[in-house]
Structure formats: structure tokens, C-alpha cells
């Protein structure tokens, strides 16, 4: 769960930067032309196919150092990709091999309280299935508010819940990109779990198991707020994650999913969290992380 600011776009916006998603209510008009640019922007650097991509959340960004990386390429010199705003999102992809698979990580993701509509926030991962990749590990820092579980724990999200107030898939459907309705039951894909359940045990990592909910922000909630999203059924909550895995299973790929709680976020014993113990609490549970990623990428 992000404390940060609530910060609008950069106003280095580029006009090819801002198209994305503003001509059509879903992708944009000339949506695939969009995705293969990007997409032939990433191949002139890095022209493998990659078998797995990783989107690093808030404080995570150290996950790269376990990245054997050959080619770094800013956001910024991709056409029609966003530029990250939030402090703790570099705002590069990170091209290499971890785990002897070919990878390509997003050191930095976008975010609706950002200004972003959600299909701005999951355009990288259309340019990341077009690019290959199969798979899909998303990470992200959130709030706890389930009692028996610490700061610094890491969550397998089993399941999520959707409180964005929007779908990344709303407007006409490119069926050549994905099916209408896509099918939410497992959105996180069983297998990838159990291996990354396996890895934790044999690492001696404590990897708690949940449900994830989605909220805008950029605020932090109320006590209020908590009461509601813990009595609906989620263990932690964030502002992020949701709209990419939902883009991600439209493009037909595998999903697993990992989440750092940040924070306690208990109603009657709620204290004020700030960015900084974010991070801090984040970066500290960090290697955990990565050696839960690491080994599951080893596996696949």
C-alpha cells in the first residue's frame, strides 16, 4: 500500500506518451499498432523473447539486483508507455535472465490515483505478452489487516477484490488481444502457488496466504474503512495489482502474485503509517521476496 503523494502525471508528457487510452475508451484507437510499437522499441535493444515478466511495487525495486541484466531501457524512451510519477518507481524495464529464464522486469508501475486511466496503468503488460512472456509475477507493498499477521510478512494472493471504481476492460473488445468476459475463478494460477509455497518452505520463509483488495487512494483508509474491507473478505489492501492481473489473464497469461505487508492496519489499535516506513518495512522483507521469485522462476 502506497503512502505516497498525490501526485498528477509528469508534465513530461510527450503526445505519443498521453495517447494511450484517451482516443478510445478502452486501448485507444489503433490499439495493436500501439502495443507492436512499444513492443519493436524493446525488441531493438533486447530482440530475445522473454519467458517471464515481473512488475516490481512500491520499495521493491531491489528485487533488480538479482537480475543478471543486459539492457536497461527508461520509460521514457518507449513510445506510448507512461512515465512514473510515484517516489520509489524508477521508471525502467529491466532486460536479462534470473533463474535461467529470460526476464524482463517493470522497475517501477503506474497507478489510477496517479491521473492514469486503467488502461494507461496495464499497457506495459500488453506490450509484455507481446514481447512473449507466458507468465506474470506481480509484487507490491500493502496495508495488513488481518490480526495474526505481521509487518514485514509475505502474502501469496490467492484471490482479489476489485474497489477501483473501474475495469481495465470496459469499451469494445480486440478480441485478438484476449476474450470478452474472461474467466475470474483462479485468477491466480494454482501451480505457480504451490511452487512458490514449495520454494518459501524450503527457504524457511513464512508465506501467509490471502485475498488482496484493490482501492484507489492515493489516501490511506479510516478505521471505518478497514472495518468494511476486512468484514468483505480481503486480508490486505493496496492501490495497485488488481487491473494488471485482470489484463493479463484477458491476454491468456499466468498469474502468480506476491504481496509485502507494509503496515498493520487494525481498526482499534490503527497507529499513522507514512512512505518512509513503507519503503523502509518493504526494502528490509525484500530478499525473502526475491528468493520466493528467484526459486519459482528456477522451477518453471
Same mark, same amino acid.
Given at each position: 500500500?502506497?503512502?505516497?503523494?498525490?501526485?498528477?502525471?509528469?508534465?513530461? $508528457?510527450?503526445?505519443?506518451?498521453?495517447?494511450?487510452? %484517451?482516443?478510445? &475508451?478502452?486501448?485507444?484507437? #489503433?490499439?495493436?499498432? *500501439?502495443? @507492436?510499437?512499444?513492443?519493436?522499441?524493446?525488441?531493438? *535493444?533486447?530482440?530475445?523473447?522473454?519467458?517471464?515478466?515481473?512488475?516490481?511495487?512500491?520499495?521493491?525495486?531491489?528485487?533488480?539486483?538479482?537480475?543478471?541484466?543486459?539492457?536497461?531501457?527508461?520509460?521514457?524512451?518507449?513510445?506510448?508507455?507512461? %512515465?512514473?510519477?510515484?517516489?520509489?518507481?524508477?521508471?525502467?524495464? +529491466? /532486460?536479462?535472465?534470473?533463474?535461467?529464464?529470460?526476464?524482463?522486469?517493470?522497475?517501477?508501475?503506474? #497507478?489510477?490515483?496517479?491521473? $492514469?486511466?486503467?488502461?494507461?496503468?496495464?499497457?506495459?503488460?500488453?506490450?509484455?505478452?507481446?514481447?512473449?512472456?507466458?507468465?506474470?509475477?506481480?509484487?507490491?507493498? /500493502?496495508?495488513?489487516? #488481518?490480526? =495474526?499477521?505481521?509487518?514485514?510478512?509475505?502474502? =501469496?494472493?490467492?484471490? #482479489?477484490?476489485? %474497489?477501483?471504481?473501474?475495469?481495465?476492460?470496459?469499451?469494445?473488445?480486440?478480441?485478438?488481444?484476449?476474450? *470478452?468476459?474472461?474467466?475470474?475463478?483462479?485468477? $491466480?494460477? &494454482? !501451480?505457480?502457488?504451490?511452487?512458490?509455497?514449495?520454494?518459501?518452505?524450503?527457504?524457511?520463509?513464512?508465506?501467509?496466504?490471502?485475498? $488482496?483488495?484493490?482501492?484507489?487512494?492515493?489516501?490511506?483508509?479510516?478505521?471505518?474503512?478497514?472495518?468494511?474491507?476486512?468484514?468483505?473478505?480481503?486480508?490486505?489492501?493496496?492501490?495497485?495489482?488488481?487491473?494488471?492481473?485482470?489484463?493479463?489473464?484477458?491476454?491468456?497469461? *499466468?498469474?502468480?502474485?506476491?504481496?509485502?505487508?507494509?503496515?498493520? /492496519?487494525? &481498526?482499534? !489499535?490503527? @497507529?499513522?503509517?507514512?512512505?518512509?516506513?513503507?519503503?523502509?518495512?518493504?526494502?528490509? !522483507?525484500?530478499?525473502? +521476496?526475491?528468493?520466493?521469485?528467484?526459486?519459482?522462476? !528456477?522451477? =518453471?
Amino acid at each position: 500500500m502506497s503512502a505516497s503523494q498525490n501526485s498528477r502525471p509528469s508534465l513530461q $508528457y510527450t503526445q505519443e506518451h498521453t495517447a494511450v487510452g %484517451l482516443s478510445h &475508451p478502452a486501448l485507444g484507437l #489503433h490499439a495493436r499498432e *500501439r502495443i @507492436e510499437a512499444c513492443a519493436q522499441a524493446v525488441r531493438a *535493444r533486447f530482440p530475445r523473447a522473454i519467458d517471464v515478466a515481473i512488475i516490481l511495487g512500491t520499495g521493491l525495486g531491489g528485487l533488480a539486483e538479482q537480475i543478471d541484466v543486459e539492457q536497461t531501457i527508461e520509460y521514457k524512451d518507449l513510445p506510448n508507455f507512461p %512515465l512514473s510519477t510515484v517516489e520509489s518507481h524508477k521508471g525502467r524495464l +529491466l /532486460c536479462g535472465t534470473l533463474g535461467g529464464k529470460t526476464v524482463v522486469a517493470m522497475q517501477g508501475r503506474f #497507478h489510477r490515483y496517479e491521473g $492514469y486511466s486503467l488502461q494507461q496503468v496495464t499497457f506495459p503488460v500488453r506490450v509484455l505478452r507481446a514481447l512473449g512472456a507466458e507468465t506474470l509475477i506481480v509484487s507490491n507493498a /500493502c496495508g495488513g489487516m #488481518h490480526p =495474526l499477521w505481521a509487518a514485514g510478512d509475505l502474502m =501469496l494472493i490467492a484471490d #482479489h477484490i476489485n %474497489l477501483l471504481g473501474d475495469n481495465p476492460l470496459i469499451g469494445p473488445n480486440d478480441d485478438t488481444l484476449g476474450a *470478452r468476459f474472461p474467466d475470474m475463478s483462479e485468477p $491466480y494460477d &494454482p !501451480a505457480l502457488r504451490a511452487l512458490a509455497r514449495e520454494v518459501a518452505s524450503q527457504n524457511g520463509i513464512t508465506l501467509r496466504e490471502g485475498v $488482496y483488495v484493490a482501492v484507489q487512494g492515493p489516501n490511506l483508509e479510516t478505521r471505518s474503512e478497514y472495518r468494511f474491507l476486512r468484514g468483505i473478505g480481503a486480508d490486505v489492501v493496496g492501490m495497485s495489482t488488481v487491473p494488471e492481473v485482470i489484463v493479463a489473464l484477458h491476454g491468456g497469461m *499466468r498469474v502468480l502474485g506476491l504481496s509485502i505487508i507494509t503496515d498493520k /492496519c487494525l &481498526p482499534d !489499535a490503527l @497507529e499513522p503509517a507514512s512512505l518512509a516506513q513503507i519503503v523502509g518495512v518493504a526494502r528490509s !522483507a525484500e530478499p525473502k +521476496l526475491a528468493a520466493v521469485v528467484k526459486g519459482v522462476i !528456477a522451477r =518453471l
